[in-house]
């Protein structure tokens, strides 16, 4: 096996040069081209756990998601590995299934690894988070993305205006005529399912229209829950005009429950939903959405990671909140029944003489 003195001889450079550019330094370019080409004729392989040992970093971050099935999560991934090979790191992926034991469990084994950093999408949970803030306390800085765990210590995170991103999306709906717009949400034990809500009932609130609790169903973002709560939602006697669902997972299951029941969409239900899946062309009608920048969420959470690792930002933690953008498709077309009901300030100005 090729050793680093060997890759020094062959491409003419010093051996702290090489270790440079193994190192992610920054380096002159034709230095670069000449040890990288060396590396490929010579096979190459660094002894990573032997270099971990002598700097105390492994060059690794560790990531954690919830749910590899969900389209959201690849770009998000894409993102994070992209910012960390930029900077030469490597990117170890785990799926939690949205379990709070497995996550225990994969934190515990990237603690055990030693990975520099994490970014970490938490488990819905509304009980004890000291396995999370054990690992702040060993050292190793955590990046939260898309959503923000109930722990006491603050943490860096990077995820959208979820508030923004609902709200827009609902007062779309009301624009087009609809008062009674029912929400599945995602687990309100988790913050941005708890944030598109509020975007819902700011919307409702900002328009004067009255919030019918009834009209609210806990889901768990997961397939599943969007076509057992749309079913409900669609069999009842009075059932909504429109309907908005808080991810594409369960907008999936929602879109299956329309199959099902024979009904269509805008025709019989207008339905948005919070995320644009990547297949929505495949789909009709085209589904309107609030489009999140997956992609952005998991480079500038890497980034972010990577700045604290390096020491560069003050203890202060760091909360980015990108914009989210809604794009209105044919599944929102159809304008809602006049026989709807009416806003509040009519029916206080029906009862006038």
């Known amino acids: ?22 190192s992610g330094r920054s380096v002159a370019a034709e230095l670069r081209e000449r040890v990288d080409a060396s590396i490929r004729a010579l096979d190459y392989h660094p002894n990573h756990i032997a270099r971990s040992l ?126 009674r717009i029912a929400v599945i ?7 941005n399912a708890r944030e598109r809500l509020r975007g819902y009932e700011r919307a409702m609130a900002d328009s004067g229209l009255e919030i019918d609790r009834s009209l609210i169903a806990e889901g768990d973002f997961r397939e599943e829950s969007g076509l057992r709560l749309g079913k409900d939602l669609l069999l009842r006697h009075k059932r909504p005009t429109a309907l908005f669902v808080s991810n594409g997972m369960m907008t999936l299951g929602v879109l299956e429950a329309l199959e099902e029941m024979g009904l269509s969409c805008p025709n019989d239900i207008a339905l948005a939903t919070f995320d644009d899946l990547p297949v929505a062309n495949v789909f009709r009608p085209h589904l309107t959405a609030v489009v999140q920048p997956c ?29 989210p953008d809604l794009k209105i498709r044919e599944s929102t077309n159809a304008v809602a029944p006049t026989s709807a009901p009416s806003r509040k300030s009519n029916r206080r100005d029906a009862r006038r003489p």
């Open 1 to 22: 096996m090729a050793t680093i003195k060997e890759v020094a001889r062959h491409a003419k450079v010093s051996v702290g040069t090489v270790s440079n550019i193994l």
């Open 54 to 179: 002598k700097s105390k970093q492994t060059k690794t971050l560790g990531m954690v998601i919830s749910d590899i099935t969900n389209p959201f999560f690849p770009l998000v991934v894409r993102g994070a590995e992209d910012a960390a090979s930029e900077q030469g790191y490597s990117l170890i992926t785990f799926n939690t299934d949205d379990r709070v034991d497995r996550e225990r469990q994969v934190l515990s084994l990237l603690r055990s690894r030693r990975v520099d950093g994490l970014l970490l999408v938490v488990a819905p949970n509304v009980g004890d988070s000291s396995y999370i803030d054990a690992v702040i306390d060993d050292g190793i800085p955590i990046v939260c993305l898309d959503r923000i765990p109930n722990s006491p210590k603050s943490l860096d995170s990077v995820s959208v205006d979820n508030v923004k991103g609902a709200q827009m999306c609902v007062q779309h709906l009301i624009m087009r005529g609809h008062t």
């Open 295 to 323: 992609y952005q969420i998991g480079y500038q959470g890497a980034g972010l990671l990577l700045q604290r690792i390096r020491g560069e930002l003050p203890k202060k933690s760091v909360d980015i909140r990108l914009e």
């Open 185 to 191: 949400t995602g687990s309100l034990a988790l913050k």
